[in-house]
């Protein structure tokens, strides 16, 4: 591609995407919103113009949710939410929230959606409401390759770092008990992680895929993971306000559809290498996604 063709490309994007951030910033901007909306009325195929669906995260949660060199919240379960919000069609927006109070804001109205590698659990299922699966997780134990920890057990000697309010926090609290003074909480889970590096604790527990891709990703900081049986199977949910029925069957349907269809995992395999054990597990459901809604799991 030579020069002129080029820049006449970014000339282009330019364009494209001023179009879009005033396309996006329509309910914010105060004097020229009125103009707006002629130009709307105009267009008589268009109908109103879509309601923008806030997603709130966390993106301090590769590979599920970061925040990518230029600034955009990239991840998993960002490409799971856009491809749902395709499906769906309606439009999402993700903005970066603190974990802590994370919730509160579904009732405010602040976030549309929660998606931020949520566990679902009989706990939060009191005051929000979650869309059927989209991920199979499980905690695991990051400790220095030097460490002798071979077991969860082994971890009631040491001081465990956690992110607060994470199913991590919860774990931990039921081992070493919820005061005490051997849990060292942090905002964050790299937070935690880092503090594992300097030696303030002597292990972290979080989630799974969290755990692995740090490892991976700083080798320098020397650790290993373990896993124990104890830990037991959690999955990840979109979390929106509790009675929010409308929301949660298009993102039901749209979620199914992309189980069923293969985009999903497509997904997976980007960013884990492999299918998911959650869509080998609910193929022969998949088959009819829209005729009945799936069965509440037997208690
Ligand atoms: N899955 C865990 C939980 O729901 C941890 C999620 C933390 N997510 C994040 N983006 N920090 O409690």
């Not at 490309?9 to 910033?25: E, G, I, K």
């Not at 303030?200 to 650790?223: E, L, R, S």
């Not at 290498?273 to 509440?296: N, R, V, W």
């Amino acid at each position: 591609m030579n020069a002129v063709s080029m820049s006449r490309r970014f000339a282009l994007l330019a364009v494209a995407s001023a179009a879009m951030l005033s396309a996006c910033s329509k309910q914010e901007a105060a004097p020229a919103a009125p103009a707006a909306a002629p130009a709307a009325a105009a267009a008589p195929a268009a109908p109103a113009p879509a309601k923008v669906y806030v997603v709130g995260t966390d993106a301090a949660y590769a590979p599920f949710e970061s925040v990518a060199p230029g600034g955009a919240i990239e991840g998993f379960d960002v490409d799971v939410v856009k491809a749902v919000a395709a499906k769906a069609g309606i439009e999402v927006k993700f903005v970066n929230t603190p974990w802590e109070g994370i919730f509160k804001t579904l009732d405010t109205g602040e976030r549309d959606m929660v998606v931020s590698a949520v566990t679902i659990t009989d706990e939060r299922k009191q005051t929000m409401d979650f869309s059927e699966p989209y991920f199979n997780a499980n905690q695991l134990i990051a400790v220095k390759d030097s460490s002798k920890v071979t077991k969860f057990d082994d971890l009631k000697k040491l001081k465990v770092g956690v992110q607060t309010g994470t199913t991590g926090d919860e774990v931990v609290q039921k081992l070493l008990g919820k005061t005490s003074t051997s849990i060292k909480r942090f905002e964050s889970t790299p937070l935690a992680l880092k503090e594992l590096e300097a030696g303030g604790v002597g292990a972290v527990v979080a989630d799974n895929g969290v755990v692995q891709h740090y490892i991976q990703n700083n080798p320098a900081a020397k650790f290993k993971s373990v896993s124990d049986a104890s830990f037991t199977p959690e999955q990840y949910g979109i979390a929106m306000k509790k009675g929010n029925t409308e929301l949660a069957k298009k993102v039901n349907e749209a979620l199914a559809a992309i189980k069923a269809d293969g985009s999903y995992d497509t997904i997976h395999v980007k960013y884990f290498g492999m299918k998911s054990t959650l869509t080998a597990a609910a193929a022969p459901a998949a088959a009819a996604p829209a005729a009945a809604p799936a069965p509440a799991p037997a208690k």
